[in-house]
């Protein structure tokens, strides 16, 4: 049996298999070229970035940690397939209620963390969030950040670019909001939309969006030697679970306003943004901004996984509380 190639031509079943064998041999040389050079610099970066990006290896006394989050980062020379990940995988966990007390811990965590980062006023954290529509990205800032002290996280979400984004190259707006020193931004879409939407609807060819990354490899890079760590959750929801989401905004008066029209003609691309995603994590999930893919049916597990991996990076980062003036043990405040 044949298939048919992008030029409408075809192509025999073993020489398809023989590309996907050569694709899959080049998956090692891939993550090689899209590291940045190797000098005493970058080797120290990347070093310190491994430090966070693997927070198991330093804060989890009995490994693997539960939830088991590092079975979810894609490491870099390896080959992810969004069909290989199961999106309704819960572990032990079977309701939401086993593990309220569990979330609400990570929770605290984080907003304790937080508070230390933004006194460090050294470092930042992105978080970057996508999700085929449906998948989840509000109600998972929601559900993990309740308590955090909106001073220190900030959410940024990125539709069309206006006149003025579209005038500079495509990284240029998102840059603007990369996080300063002490802050959590969160990217509700990101620049990886510019390797997604665009892709997917031939906005624009391939020879434009396929360098790009190589452009984003290099731009998280350049944020991780500014001291920003990347955090980069896709979250899997399968298909016949995105039908039963927009039937539920249909159904319930208080949520139809999200539903719009456009949602069925994205649905219809369901194939080709599942191409697209896998793509784009296995080119940039790299050793200083890795990509986790999470398995997204079960919303409060979601919440679980990603509470736990942003805690975890969070303690491996061990911001602190900046030194106290001193003297101030001998101040005495006047009546």
Known sequence: MAERTRSGGTTSRGAAKARASRRDGEATSRAT???????????????????????????????????????FRVEPGTRMRLADVDPDESEGYARKKDVNDE???????????????????????????????????DGTIKGVFQGVNPQGCQVWSFKAPSNEEAAHDFLWRYHQKAPPKGMIHIFNRSHYEDVLIVRVKDLVPESVWRPRYEAINQFEYALTADGVTVLKFFLHISRDEQKRRLESRLADP??????????????????????????????????????????????????????????????????????????????????
Not at 111 to 119: E, V
Not at 261 to 285: G, H, I, P, T
């Open 103 to 137: 979330l609400k811990r990570h929770r605290d965590r984080i907003t304790d963390l937080q508070g230390r980062l933004y006194g460090e006023q050294k470092r930042s954290l992105l978080i970057v969030l996508q999700a085929m529509d449906t998948g989840g990205k």
């Open 254 to 335: 208080d949520k139809r306003w999200k539903f719009s029209s456009n949602d069925l003609k994205e649905r219809a691309y369901w194939d080709d943004y599942q191409a697209a995603f896998e793509d784009a994590v296995n080119e940039c999930s790299t050793a200083y901004a890795p990509w986790y893919v999470i398995p997204a049916n079960k919303k409060w597990y979601r919440n679980l996984v990603v509470a736990r991996t942003i805690a975890d990076t969070l303690e491996a980062m061990n911001p602190k509380f900046p030194a106290a003036e001193k003297g101030l043990d001998k101040i005495e405040i006047p009546d």
């Open 33 to 71: 070229r899209r590291r940045p050079a190797t000098t005493a610099a970058t080797g120290k970066v990347l070093d310190q970035a491994n430090d966070v990006t693997h927070p198991e290896r330093s804060v989890v006394d009995e490994p693997p940690p539960a939830p088991d989050y590092p079975r």
